[in-house]
């Protein structure tokens, strides 16, 4: 299965700079002279020769990486090397993700594809993690594949399932913070857990950290506390989802950051406790972009014409996608009340917050496809394909 003859007789070399492609060409074919003239060894310097063709060649590192690599790497036979590249293949890894493993683990090479990296690749694929995510995670952490299966991968998944209750959430994990498997949870977490557990947080709250942000628990545990204490002096209830999105908060934002959003929404026409009252029951609008606070909050003061202070009564509208869900569906809503299929437009922030929020299929079956008939043309109007007044004059 694994054994590989030569089977890059075509050089597949990303970009189109011409020396590129030439280096690359010289690189391969100086490895298949090379081999074919020696029993894939010889001296040191030949070796490193070799080496350094068969990088270059086979697994498209640059140049000056595949000499660094070959400090620590040697192929005498290209046998194992061709085994463990058709492997990664099959698994699913693209060609410049081969480049960035074997650049960051040259010693991969070296494996042994079906005794050592199959089966931990195979145990990857059968808790439910995409090959696609395996592999850019894999290229990127490839610590994780030098960690036995038997004594590090199984018990930290196992450790995992146990918090977040189900496979799905582990795969989660794994993509979210692939370091997770790498670190060794068992030892890195129990004290941050214990100490969540004595600030007050229940079980739930601490699965939906692990779920959603678990590199905040591979924190030192004194980083961890600091952000624990800002969020209890900021007034935030540690048996809330509130307080673990707070945490989430300031794990991913510096103060700074956290200063100049305030700022932002004081422009805006927020007061300062307005604006501390929006961050307690809605943590996740400090992670908002500037462009995106200012577009959504323009959008609803100038074309709903509404004030400032009512949107801080729902700012979860300021975290909708503008184009694709509130326009459009504004633009819908307007389009039943002209055509008299509407009493009126839902005027007050709350209306319109339920309006946006509002599963897909539902908006669409309830606000589209149910006046078809009447307006063959909402769908277009919907996807932007069609202004309103177009709309409006079409008949």
Known sequence: MFAIICRRGVIRVPGKDSISVALRFLAHFSWV???????????????????????????????????????????????????VLELLKDYGFTDSQISRIVSRWPRVLQCSPDKTLMPKLEFFRSIGVPDCIAAQRLSVFPRILQRSLRNHLIPSYNYLKRWVRSEERVALVFKRAPLAFSSGWPKAIPSNVAMLRERGMPESCIVSLVGWKPNMLLLRRDKLCGFVDRAAEMGFDASTMAFVSALQVFYSMPERALQRKMEIYRSCGWSEDAATSVFLRFPACMALSETKIRANMDFLVKELGFKPVEVARCPSLLSYNLERRMMGRWMVVRALVA???????????????????????????????DHQQEIPQLLDLYRGNLSLSQLLTSD
């Open 339 to 369: 055509r008299g299929l509407l009493k009126k437009e839902p005027i007050a922030a709350t209306a319109i917050s339920t309006l946006f929020k509002m599963a897909e299929d539902k908006f669409v079956k309830s606000y589209i496809v």
């Open 33 to 83: 002279n090379s081999y074919s003239t020696s029993d894939g060894g010889g001296g040191d310097a030949g070796g490193q020769s070799l080496t350094i063709s068969y990088l270059v060649g086979a697994c498209g590192l640059p140049e000056k990486a595949a000499v660094s690599a070959s400090k620590i790497l040697c192929i005498k036979s290209r046998e194992n090397p061709d085994a």
